[in-house]
T-cell receptor
Framework: AQTVTQSQPEMSVQEAETVTLSCTYD???????LFWYKQPPSRQMILVIRQEAYKQQNATENRFSVNFQKAAKSFSLKISDSQLGDAAMYFC??????????????FGKGTKLTVNP | SQTIHQWPATLVQPVGSPLSLECTVEGTSNPNLYWYRQAAGRGLQLLFY??????ISSEVPQNLSASRPQDRQFILSSKKLLLSDSGFYLC????????????FGPGTRLTVL
């Protein structure tokens, strides 16, 4: 079964600085997708960035970028120029196949990011 | 555009009472639907998923059940709530055959006393 591990329960960063959130996963599949979701205090889940495993190029979305190391099964999120609005829980997720062919997201336990002014 | 609704937004129920949480999706057809639970300080745990009307699969044994009476309606139920059922419940959907994104509803905060 696929598993996702986020080893940093909490992280903090100064406003305008850069922070990296770690994520590792375990799978025997070769083709899959990885996601970072943000959950602010409102509890709404917001997609931050997505990476297709078959693409070697790291995904970027404005101030958010990933470091995808397929062989190491590592998928870290870098937030540049951190803003107060970036404060939230961040979840790493793996898109995998269930028995019977359907798919599901497997989530890590999350990292709580605090941005200090 | 697609929209996902959940209600109620918050719910406080006594132990042993029944539960019914509803999720509806607009703007798409034949979505794959999911129920997740998020306990305090923890990640999301997949409870149920459905690939079509009347088709329900359970990920973990528990006190809850799910039903999909219509294409875009997904219901989470319990006959008798336990204290351990407290948590934040999220409904989600994605378009079958696509992996662009799984869309989440606003969630229901359930407190069992």
């Amino acid at each position: 079964a696929q598993t996702v591990t986020q080893s940093q329960p909490e992280m903090s960063v100064q406003e305008a600085e850069t922070v990296t959130l770690s994520c590792t996963y375990d799978t025997s599949e070769s083709d899959y997708y990885l996601f970072w979701y943000k959950q602010p205090p409102s509890r709404q889940m917001i997609l931050v960035i997505r990476q297709e495993a078959y693409k070697q190029q790291n995904a970027t979305e404005n101030r958010f970028s990933v470091n995808f190391q397929k062989a190491a099964k590592s998928f870290s999120l870098k937030i540049s120029d951190s803003q107060l609005g970036d404060a939230a829980m961040y979840f790493c997720a793996y898109w995998g196949r269930l028995q019977g062919g359907s798919e599901k997201l497997v989530f890590g336990k999350g990292t709580k990011l605090t941005v200090n002014p | 555009s697609q929209t996902i609704h959940q209600w109620p937004a918050t719910l406080v129920q006594p132990v042993g009472s029944p539960l019914s949480l509803e999720c509806t999706v607009e703007g798409t057809s034949n979505p794959n639907l999911y129920w997740y639970r998020q306990a305090a300080g923890r990640g999301l745990q997949l409870l149920f998923y459905s690939v079509g009307i009347g088709q329900i699969s359970s990920e973990v044994p528990q006190n809850l059940s799910a039903s999909r009476p219509q294409d875009r309606q997904f219901i989470l139920s319990s006959k008798k709530l336990l204290l351990s059922d407290s948590g934040f419940y999220l409904c989600a959907w994605y378009a079958s055959g696509s992996v662009d994104e799984q869309f989440f509803g606003p969630g229901t905060r359930l407190t069992v006393l």
